[in-house]
């Protein structure tokens, strides 16, 4: 790898009448994402201009929103995203939703740091004062990147845990939220895991059964995702993939947002989902929902 004749490759097929996307989509996707960032730093010494400005510049639309966030560090990338969902018109549940129920909360600490580095606000202030009740308090808790991450499981806890999520949903009028969101919210994987097994025998029913039937709207969908990333990161990402596909038009925001940011983490796991639980391959569902440069690169992100 030389970040001097990559960055010169990119300057070539910018320079001139025409753009080569092709040259483009090929240079960015063979390198991984610390590549990228010493081609952007060696781009702006030895050739003296912003390459992300230039390629902003060349490009246009869902392709470039692509390209520029392969370009954009990891965590920046997360931190945008946020801000564009909160601050955009309208708010994007979803966003917020995905990035919070699916980071680690090491990748949480590093967004807080940035977002407030890079806006001047908190994410939680701006979360608090762009949502509302049980679902913003359940953004809150999911943005402070305080999860468990210890492996220990403890038995008569998980017990009590169930039940009191059988107590606090099924087993009265009404739904006790909070209850919920402690729980859900704050325990570690295993012990989770181990809480949704006991209680399917308790509630006879599985524990996402219980919320889509307790709650509804954005809460139940942040809960339903932190109940899925814990069973299965990968299968969580593949059904946001096939929802941002399916049927009439394509939500891009999503599309692009998943491949960029799961390309180099897990994008052969949510592959293998995918084609496990719709039949079909992310590759042939990319290929028919999109087009021209921007399908081009999508499937060279997907390796297929």
Not at 1 to 7: I, W
Not at 8 to 31: N, P, S, V, Y
Not at 222 to 244: G, H, I, M, T, W
Request: charged share 30%; hydrophobic share 35%; aromatic share 8%.
């Amino acid at each position: 790898f030389s970040a001097e004749q990559e960055a010169q490759a990119l300057r070539k097929a910018m320079k001139g009448f025409g753009t080569d996307e092709d040259a483009i989509i090929e240079t960015l996707t063979k390198l991984n994402i610390s590549q990228r960032q010493q081609v952007l730093i060696t781009y702006k010494s030895t050739i003296g201009r912003d390459l992300i400005d230039d390629l902003k510049s060349e490009l246009s639309g869902n392709f470039e929103r692509v390209i520029v966030g392969l370009m954009t560090p990891t965590t920046m990338y997360d931190v945008h995203e946020l801000r564009r969902a909160l601050k955009g018109a309208g708010t994007d549940e979803g966003c917020l939703i995905e990035i919070l129920a699916s980071r680690t909360n090491a990748e949480i600490r590093h967004i807080n740091e940035n977002y407030k580095l890079q806006y001047g606000s908190t994410l939680e202030d701006d979360i608090v004062s762009d949502t509302s009740s049980m679902f913003r308090r359940v953004l809150v808790s999911l943005a402070t990147g305080n999860r468990d991450e210890g492996t220990f499981v403890d038995e008569a806890l998980a017990q009590q845990d169930a039940q009191c999520l059988y107590e606090a949903g099924e087993k009265k009028w009404g739904t006790d939220e909070v209850q919920f969101m402690s729980i859900l919210c704050t325990r570690n994987r295993c012990h989770l895991l181990r809480v949704f097994d006991v209680y399917r025998v308790i509630a006879n029913k599985d524990i996402t059964e219980s919320i889509k039937s307790e709650m509804s709207g954005d809460l139940e969908d942040a809960l339903l995702a932190v109940v899925k990333c814990l069973r299965n990161k990968p299968a969580y990402f593949a059904e946001r993939l096939y929802r941002s596909m399916k049927g009439l038009g394509t939500d891009d925001s999503t599309l692009i947002r998943v491949m960029v940011s799961r390309s180099e983490i897990d994008m052969l796991y949510i592959r293998r989902e995918f084609q496990a639980m719709y039949g079909k391959s992310l590759h042939s569902f990319i290929k028919g929902d999109c087009s021209g440069d921007y399908r081009k690169v999508l499937l060279r992100l997907c390796g297929g």
